[in-house]
T-cell receptor, first 111, second 113 residues
C-alpha cells in the first residue's frame, strides 16, 4: 500500500540555521499529490504547501519543497529557522482517493 | 466562510461509557475524515467518507468506533464502550474531494478515566 516516511521524529535547531525535514513516499499511483501540513502547539494541522508537479519548487511562508518523482521525495526546506517555526510537521500523500500521512517531525527552534 | 466545527472541545468519560463526537464540515466539501491523534501514534485514520458514503473505516478501529454521516453537513463519531487507551485528540477534517487540501477542525480532546 501507499506509505510516507519521515525519518526524523525530532529536529532541534538554533535560530538562523537552515531547516530540512525529510519526506519520502511509496505509491503505485503515477500522479501523486504531496503535502506538508504544520501543526503549532494547541492548534490543528493546516496546509503549509503542496505540489503535484515533478521537479518544480513550491514555496510558501519562507518554506519550499520540490517533488522529485525519480527519488520519491518531497523534502521541506527553509533557509533560516525562526523561533515561530517550532511545530509538528506532517508530510502527506494523496493518490486516487487515499490520503496517507507520515508519522510527523517535531521541529524545535531555540535562540 | 465557516471552517470545520467540532463539538465538544473537551470530553471526560468514565470507562465503559458511550460518547458521541460531532463534526460539521466546510459547506460544499465532499470528503470527510475522522482521525485520532496521539503523541506516540501520530495521526491515525478512523473513517473516511466521500459524498456521505463510507470509503474506509480504519480497520483496527472497527469494533468500538463507528462514524456516521447523517447528511452532507453533519457527522458523528461514536465510541462504545470507551476505554482509557482511547484518551486522545479526535480530529475531523473535510476536503472538496480528489487530491485537495484537508481542512481540520479544532479537535475534541477526550479523556477516559
Amino acid at each position: 500500500g501507499d506509505s510516507v516516511t519521515q525519518t526524523e521524529g525530532l529536529v532541534t535547531l538554533t535560530e538562523g540555521l537552515p531547516v530540512m525535514l525529510n519526506c519520502t513516499y511509496q505509491t503505485i499511483y503515477s500522479n501523486p499529490f504531496l503535502f506538508w501540513y504544520v501543526q503549532h502547539l494547541n492548534e490543528s494541522p493546516r496546509l503549509l504547501l503542496k505540489s503535484f508537479t515533478d521537479n518544480k519548487r513550491t514555496e510558501h511562508q519562507g518554506f519550499h519543497a520540490t517533488l522529485h518523482k525519480s527519488s520519491s521525495s518531497f523534502h521541506l526546506q527553509k533557509s533560516s529557522a525562526q523561533l515561530s517555526d517550532s511545530a509538528l510537521y506532517y508530510c502527506a500523500l494523496t493518490s486516487g482517493y487515499k490520503v496517507v500521512f507520515g508519522s510527523g517531525t517535531r521541529l524545535l527552534v531555540s535562540p | 466562510d465557516a471552517g470545520v466545527t467540532q463539538t465538544p472541545r473537551h470530553e471526560v468519560a468514565e470507562k465503559g461509557q458511550t460518547i458521541i463526537l460531532k463534526c460539521e464540515p466546510v459547506s460544499g466539501h465532499n470528503d470527510l475524515f475522522w482521525y485520532r491523534q496521539t503523541k506516540i501514534q501520530g495521526l491515525e485514520l478512523l473513517s473516511y467518507f466521500r459524498s456521505k458514503s463510507l470509503m474506509e473505516d480504519g480497520g483496527a478501529f472497527k469494533d468500538r468506533f463507528k462514524a456516521e454521516m447523517l447528511n452532507s453537513s453533519f457527522s458523528t463519531l461514536k465510541i462504545q464502550p470507551t476505554e482509557p487507551k482511547d484518551s486522545a485528540v479526535y480530529l475531523c477534517a473535510s476536503s472538496p474531494g480528489g487530491a485537495e487540501t484537508l481542512y481540520f477542525g479544532s479537535g475534541t480532546r477526550l479523556t477516559v478515566l
